[in-house]
T-cell receptor, first 114, second 109 residues
Framework: DSGVTQTPKHLITATGQRVTLRCSPR?????VYWYQQSLDQGLQFLIQ???????AKGNILERFSAQQFPDLHSELNLSSLELGDSALYFC?????????????FGNGTRLTVT | GENVEQHPSTLSVQEGDSAVIKCTYS??????FPWYKQELGKGPQLIID???NVGEKKDQRIAVTLNKTAKHFSLHITETQPEDSAVYFC????????WGAGTKLIIKP
């Protein structure tokens, strides 16, 4: 168990809708990262927050947004959903903000857009 | 920018044999190289990592070697077991973490 909790585990929704994915980082970790993994694909970095502040941005679409709250949990908001947004979305956390720090991943939210 | 290439994409080995997965990187300033294992239905899990000031690191049946001159690093798994079946990802980091495409390791009984 990594200590990172993601909810919900599964989400099925229709095109054009909006969803929110939630992540609780491991106790003591200040950094949260969001990744997208499409079927049989690698990990695409979306965005990183450190102690409430946006720290780095990857290939995140304008339709997607995220935030980290004072209690350090994070939410990823996906809007105007398209079929191609169907994927596994992972949250990871680490103690530090730098990129040489081990990441602890949750078990993901599987999003299906119909 | 940094690019990390990972080979092979699929590797099938007999139980008990060794498995080797290789990654090359392009940014000579990269200084941190983790390996993650992803089992079906789970998130990736760090299994071993190496920093650029070290050439090799071992943890029981798993080892990672780093060749800074050639800009490549490899994961070695000895005495493979069925529970080693998974997808393995390498990554390289300088100012951001760049991931390889993954290797599906199949252990044949």
């Amino acid at each position: 168990d990594s200590g990172v909790t993601q909810t919900p585990k599964h989400l099925i929704t229709a095109t054009g809708q909006r969803v929110t994915l939630r992540c609780s980082p491991r106790s003591g970790d200040l950094s949260v990262y969001w990744y997208q993994q499409s079927l049989d694909q690698g990990l695409q970095f979306l965005i990183q927050y450190y102690n409430g502040e946006e720290r780095a941005k990857g290939n995140i679409l304008e339709r997607f947004s995220a935030q980290q709250f004072p209690d350090l949990h994070s939410e990823l908001n996906l809007s105007s959903l398209e079929l191609g947004d169907s994927a596994l979305y992972f949250c990871a956390s680490s103690v530090e903000s730098g990129w040489a720090s081990p990441l602890h991943f949750g078990n993901g939210t599987r999003l299906t857009v119909t | 920018g940094e690019n990390v290439e990972q080979h092979p994409s699929t590797l099938s080995v007999q139980e008990g044999d060794s498995a080797v997965i290789k990654c090359t990187y392009s940014d000579s300033a990269s200084n941190y190289f983790p390996w993650y294992k992803q089992e079906l239905g789970k998130g990736p899990q760090l299994i071993i990592d190496i920093r650029s000031n070290v050439g090799e690191k071992k943890d029981q049946r798993i080892a990672v070697t780093l060749n800074k001159t050639a800009k490549h690093f490899s994961l070695h798994i000895t005495e493979t077991q069925p529970e080693d079946s998974a997808v393995y990802f390498c990554a390289g980091s300088n100012y951001q973490l760049i991931w390889g495409a993954g290797t599906k390791l199949i252990i044949k009984p």
